[in-house]
Structures are given as structure tokens and as C-alpha cells.
């Protein structure tokens, strides 16, 4: 995949964020550049915390940090490298692993990790600007030693589905999501999550996509041909989501957050600028998650 957004260079990033302060400052921007409102009661006024970004409510007293209530709540690392992070992986072209991040930022991998996962959150679908038009869906299949995963532990494999936005000859977005059974219900969930109800769909002639006909007005089924024939575009961009995978990341746990991750730069790979920006504003509109949800 070709990669031709052009965004902050290193040196842009370092001077507009030389300290927490400065993140700081652009998180509190972000969450109250419209106005202050306390989470707890809904008042709108509010006086300055004990620690300088802070801001305490007047009427119930509740204090607010620019990070509390995002993805950015409880970083136990500086705030600064934590913009690194979103900094890397929104400029890295194929995606950063979280030894590189430790080694580049003196974090624990683990660390790294745990946060990158967060950063990974950001990146899923919002729902909210479902594709339209041309769609083609199918599934397929991912891991295991086909794929060129190899040891014992990797051998399952799991199943995902895949949808295309075409635009002319090309692929304007795709969505992925992994599926436990190719049935009626789970392709239907996905699609319905992803697809506008009057998009001209194609799938091939699998049985669990034909109650869908009932809701998706325009869904057509047809032979997938040989090796998936009948659908070049989608059958490439599954091929380019695999090897992508296999470079990056050699074991299929956490798939979901992979493949957010790679429709995220995929959809937007056109995009010029701002990629940074986008995403340090996902992760301050998403709720915080705990260690829990992250290691499940
Ligand atoms: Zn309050």
C-alpha cells in the first residue's frame, strides 16, 4: 500500500511539544476549548485546581485534570512521552511495534504496549460515517501455518470479515471484524454497523449472506471464481491487511485492535495532514479504559 499523507515532521512535533506543559495546555484546548462542564454535576464555572492544568468546579467542588475522563487517565508515564507514542504511530507509515517504542522512548515494553493499545482504541470505528455506494464483502481466513505464522501456539485460526468502499478502480475505505461463525447473524452485526442499508452490496454465494437480502435492499451474491477472482479490489486489500500482519506482529491475539489499526491508516492513507491531530482528539473523546479491558 502506498502511503502519501504528508504530516508533522519530527522537528515541527518537538517545537510545538517541548514539555508537559505544552500538552497539557493542547489537551485542555481540546477538552474544554468550548467551555467547561463538570462531569459530575453539569455546572459550568469553575476556578483553578491545586496543580497548575486543573480545574475545579464551583458549585461541587469535583476536580478535573485535562486528562481525566479520556484515554489519556492515569498515564504513569511522563505525559510527554505518551505524545510521542501517538506521535509515532500516527507517523510510522506501516505501524510501530512496542519494543521499537521502548527502546526509542526508555519505556518498559510492556508500557508501550498497554498504551499503544489505548492509542489503538482511538483508531476503531466510530460507526457514525458508514461506507455507501459499491460494497463488496467476504471473509477470510487469518493465522495459522498457511499464513506463514509459525510455532504450535499459532496454529488457530480466526475467522474475519472484510468490507470495501470502491471508488472507481480503487478502494476508498474498508472495515474488518472478527467473527466466531459466518453466519447470517454476526455478517449481518458487521454490516450493519459499517454499511448504509441501500448500499449496492456483493457478496459471494455463501448461505449466510442471503437472509441479509431482507435488509440490505441491494445485495447481490455471485460466484467468487477461482481464488476469489470476482473480487480483485477486496481480494487485494485482504492480502495486503495479511502481509502487513505477518511483518508486524507475529501472533494473532489482540486481532481486533490489528485490524482497526490498518483500516485506520488505510482509510486514511490520502489523508495530507493532521493524522496526529485526529487521533490525540479520538483518544481525548473516548471514555478511559482499564487495564482489564485492555488485556482481554
Ligand atoms: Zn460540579
Known sequence: MEYR?????????????????????????????????????GHTHYCRGKRKHDRQCTSCHRISSPTSGTLFHKVKFSILKAFYIVYYVSTSKKGISSTELSRKLGLRQKTCWL?????????????????????????????????GVV???????????????????????????????????????FMKSNIELSANIKTDNWTGYKPLAKDFGNLTQILSGEKGGNFPELHRVIMGFK????????????????????????????????????LILRMVNQR???YKQIIV
Not at 470495501?164 to 475505505?173: M, Q
Not at 481486533?256 to 491531530?277: A, P, T, V
Open 5 to 41: 499523507f504528508k504530516s508533522l515532521t519530527i522537528f515541527e512535533f518537538q517545537q510545538r511539544f517541548s514539555n508537559e506543559d505544552s500538552c497539557y495546555e493542547y489537551l485542555s484546548e481540546l477538552k474544554w476549548g468550548n467551555g467547561f462542564v463538570c462531569p459530575q454535576c
Open 115 to 147: 498504551f499503544k493499545k489505548k492509542v489503538m482504541k482511538a483508531m476503531e470505528s466510530s460507526g457514525n460515517n458508514k461506507m455507501d455506494g459499491n460494497i463488496e464483502v467476504d471473509e477470510t481466513v487469518v493465522g495459522g501455518q498457511e499464513e
Open 151 to 189: 510455532g504450535r501456539k499459532n496454529k488457530k485460526k480466526k475467522l474475519v470479515v472484510f468490507a470495501i468502499e470502491k471508488k472507481g478502480r480503487g478502494v476508498n475505505r474498508m472495515y474488518g471484524q472478527l467473527i466466531e461463525h459466518s453466519s447470517a447473524k454476526e455478517l449481518g452485526a
Open 243 to 278: 502481509s502487513w500482519l505477518r511483518g508486524m506482529h507475529h501472533r494473532v491475539i489482540h486481532l481486533q485492535s490489528y485490524i482497526d489499526e490498518y483500516c485506520y491508516r488505510f482509510n486514511r492513507s490520502n489523508m495530507k495532514e493532521g493524522l496526529f491531530e485526529n
Open 288 to 290: 478511559p479504559m482499564t
